[in-house]
């Protein structure tokens, strides 16, 4: 992949997370599993590709930036263990699609706790995604025909919340390299889910394992990289276009490989999430800002978990 090209980096980035529902269902590993697995996998390799690159000489983390990055890990994983285990409750499209109010999620963190201003379009916003997703619990149905479960749009919002408050603290923490970030908080995902592994463990079967495998090297390590490369020169406006992609994606793999059918009034509903949710803010110069730097922290939160 021509690494001089953002545009391509973004857009396969995207279209890897649009998978990353069929890869955890297809590995057959509960959810604290597949969470430990990819934390292990994908943090190792961003750890080689930071030490190899240099970015972890001298090592500049404060006591603050570390317990930051920590906390933000914890919610992190979190975020990635309830939206797998709402995958198999509810359907991946359903999930990733309720997991979209995230960034209305974010917005009143931000008002609550820095201060910031919530716009009267910003509340719009986020009563007409919420009432999308209300239309989805009434009328969504699962591969079988039945009825989602109401517990997997309940955990699929829970991990949204997780994922604004991860995106929250990464906000904090936007003078810091953001793959060192990335690898502090995998690192931590992995101590904390190690003991899970008492009580879910990896499956014992080569095929489970090799998805897995491919959840950690793929669909983190390769995509935080792809990410990374490209999220600070893009224009915002470009950047939260092509985050329809993962959406997407995700909704059609759910369609083709386990034949979920979307009722019309549960296509309505996800429409009012995702145009509320991905609506573009106001454009922002080519060149990476502040702003953008913060958005790439927030998309290895949110994006990579399939996010």
């Known amino acids: 992949m021509n690494k001089n090209n953002p545009l391509l980096q973004w857009t396969a980035a995207m279209a890897l997370s649009g998978t990353i529902g069929a890869v955890v269902l297809e590995s057959g590993a509960d959810a604290p599993a597949v969470a430990f697995a990819r934390s292990l996998v994908g943090g190792l390799l961003l750890l080689v590709w930071s030490a190899a690159r240099g970015w972890l000489r001298p090592w500049t983390l404060t006591r603050r930036d570390l317990l930051l990055a920590v906390l933000g890990g914890l919610f992190l994983v979190g975020n990635w263990v309830l939206l797998f285990a709402s995958y198999a409750l509810s359907s991946i499209s359903v999930s990733t699609v309720v997991y979209h109010t995230q960034p209305l999620m974010l917005v009143g963190l931000a008002a609550a706790f820095l201060g910031e201003k919530m716009a009267k379009s910003q509340l719009i916003r986020a009563l007409i995604a919420f009432g999308g997703v209300t239309l989805i619990s009434l009328s969504a149905h699962g591969a079988d025909g039945e009825p989602v479960r109401l517990e997997g749009i309940a955990l699929a919002l829970g991990a949204a919340a997780l994922y604004a408050g991860a995106s929250f603290v990464a906000k904090q923490l ?5 793959h060192v ?4 908080q995998l690192v931590t995902g992995t101590i904390v889910l190690a003991p899970a592994l008492l009580v879910t463990p990896l499956p014992t079967d080569t095929s489970g394992l090799l998805w897995l495998v491919l959840l950690g090297t793929v669909h983190t390590a390769l995509m935080y990289v792809l990410m990374y490369a490209s999220i600070g020169k893009l224009p915002t406006t470009t950047v939260a276009l092509l985050s329809y992609i993962y959406p997407v994606v995700a909704v059609v793999v759910d369609i083709l490989a386990y034949g979920h059918r979307p009722t019309w009034p549960e296509g309505v509903g996800m429409l009012a999430v995702l145009a509320a949710a991905l ?6 110069k080519p060149e990476a800002t502040d702003a953008e730097r913060e958005m790439g922290q927030a998309a290895v939160a949110g994006r990579s978990s399939g996010s």
């Open 181 to 184: 970030l990335a690898a502090v």
């Open 279 to 284: 609506a573009p803010k106001r454009a922002a």
């Open 174 to 178: 936007k003078h810091l390299r953001p």
